[in-house]
């Protein structure tokens, strides 16, 4: 890798790798039936998820790829419609087929990653109209949290304290209009959440760290939180879908 050693996403592109790494070593390690069952994503199977990282990280790489040629392209061929046929297709394949498909993609984005310089970080992507930045970020959470949906033995409580803060900070356009969170981590600095308007109902979440970042990021926390609204107990507010990858925030 040519980043210099105080790039800022040294740290993410090391927890991507190892998210990686792990998850293809169990696709190898396991049987065609373990890679049918369910995985933590309601309706999915570990194969779908597979699948998804195959897709996700070939069209990172791609991105990266274009980008350093000053160039933008789709993140998926044929769009969401694309990328769901991707997902259903690879996801049929025998585990052989599926691996292999899998250190395809991934060797590509390590790859796309390795020709990095500083100065690419700020080309432009399609991603979120945003930058080589925004998609190495966007693929650290996508190999992280998936990595915990397969069940193969790492959980939320497993991420790291820099990933749980940047959870925070793009996970804040999750936060409906007219509320405010304020994150009471134990052991941690408050952080205040908002997303425009922030004149209704303020609520306190508190809980550990890695629980908080989960319940954000549409998991189930491992350990207990709890919601107040002016001294009072509520139940946790909803929040809003997990922002679109068509635009930047």
């Known amino acids: 890798m040519t980043l210099s050693e105080g790039a800022p996403l040294l740290l993410g592109i090391g927890e991507m790798n190892d998210a990686a790494c792990a998850a293809r070593q169990w696709l190898e390690d396991h049987s065609d039936d373990d890679i049918r069952e369910p995985s933590a994503l309601p309706g999915w199977t570990r194969a779908q998820v597979y699948a998804h990282l195959r897709g996700n990280t ?36 025998e585990k052989p087929e599926l691996l292999a498909a899998l250190e395809e993609a991934f060797g590509r984005l390590a790859a796309a990653v390795d020709s990095l310089q500083d100065s690419d970080l700020s080309a432009k992507v399609s991603y979120r109209n945003g930058t080589v930045t925004d998609i190495l970020q966007a693929v650290w ?109």
């Open 58 to 93: 070939d069209g990172v790489a791609r991105q990266i790829e274009y980008a350093k040629r000053g160039e933008l392209i789709e993140m998926y061929d044929g769009g969401v419609d694309g990328r769901n046929a991707d997902i259903a297709r690879y996801a049929a394949l």
């Open 141 to 249: 959470r996508e190999l992280v949290i998936h990595r915990t949906d397969l069940l193969i033995g790492y959980g939320s409580q497993d991420w790291s304290v820099a990933f749980c803060h940047h959870l925070f900070d793009f996970l804040e356009a999750r936060v409906p209009e007219k509320t405010r969170l304020i994150l009471q981590a134990l052991g941690q600095q408050p952080v205040t959440l908002s997303n425009g308007n922030t004149s209704g109902k303020s609520y306190v979440i508190t809980g550990q760290l890695n629980d908080i970042a989960a319940w954000l990021a549409g998991r189930e926390p491992r350990g207990q939180l709890e919601a107040w609204a002016a001294a009072d107990a509520v139940e946790l507010p909803k929040l809003l879908p997990w922002p679109s990858g068509s635009a930047a925030k």
